[in-house]
């Protein structure tokens, strides 16, 4: 065996590599919105929650339905000294 012939195995098993990192990304991009879309209105659910919290609202309560292009569904908002 060469010092060539092994150099070349070493270079293609690195494209080989770099193949499938290309081939996994596009395949995960979709996942990766979907959790985002998924997650994102628990996640500011929580962020009004703090703010509420923060501006003198007692045990803050509001459900986010889901996020449109048209605006925010929110549903449920109230507390013990919310006006």
């Not at 979907?34 to 209105?41: E, Y």
């Not at 923060?54 to 919310?82: A, F, H, W, Y």
Request: glycine residues 10%.
């Amino acid at each position: 065996m060469t010092a060539s012939s092994s150099e070349g195995r070493r270079k293609s098993g690195g494209r080989v590599f770099l193949v499938r990192i290309l081939w996994i990304i596009p395949a995960l991009v979709p996942a990766l919105i979907l959790v985002l879309f998924l997650w994102a209105p628990y996640i500011l659910e929580r962020e009004l929650l703090a703010r509420m919290e923060n501006m003198g609202v007692q045990d803050p309560r509001l459900r986010v339905e889901s996020i449109t292009p048209r605006g925010i569904i929110v549903s449920g908002v109230g507390g013990k000294n919310l006006g």
